[in-house]
């Protein structure tokens, strides 16, 4: 397995990946990243951002996964939000969703941010257990201007 910078070509199955994911656990779509239009072009929206990074992991070949850090527009000066955390499920139990989790806030740290902050829902409950085994607080509203209004668990983590 190989962690990496997003590339053009990638896009496609980053979007599949998410949208299967919310197929799956039959998760709301509107207003999530299930209809975000940069959903489909996430090789260009970190590209074009300087203080953000996603990162995917590669397994043979595949993209099996991703997960970034971005200056979410509306967050406090510092702040940075961890975004795109999704791991095609022939990929779980594997660490791979943690590997790409300690990349991404790694890099928060690397690009100076202070305070990392995420949104999420209840049935990713593997994930919210893992965030906060990493530090991450609950915190009762949503920061931000992320467009994602369906959310509804919000957490940060001082970097």
């Known amino acids: 397995m190989t962690i990496r910078r997003i590339r053009k070509e990638d896009d496609e199955r980053v979007a599949a990946i998410i949208r299967g994911i919310f197929d799956e656990l039959d998760m709301p779509e509107e207003h ?6 940069s959903t489909d072009r996430q090789y260009e929206v970190f590209r074009d951002e300087p203080r953000s990074v996603l990162w995917v992991a590669e ?6 996964g991703s997960c970034g850090a971005c200056p979410t527009e509306g967050l ?9 955390f999704y791991v095609d499920k022939r990929a779980r139990g594997k660490g791979i969703g943690s590997k790409l989790f300690m990349k ?3 890099s928060a740290r690397s690009l100076g941010y202070k305070t990392a902050y995420l949104e999420t829902f209840p049935k990713f409950g593997n ?3 893992m965030y906060r085994r990493l ?4 915190i009762d509203h949503q920061m931000g201007n992320s467009g994602h209004l369906a959310m509804s668990i919000f957490m940060t983590k001082s970097l």
């Open 32 to 37: 999530t990243v299930y209809d975000d239009a």
């Open 127 to 129: 994930a919210i257990g």
């Open 59 to 64: 397994e043979d070949g595949v993209v099996m």
């Open 104 to 106: 991404a806030l790694e």
């Open 135 to 138: 530090g991450f607080r609950d």
């Open 76 to 84: 406090p000066e510092g702040w940075c939000e961890i975004v795109k």
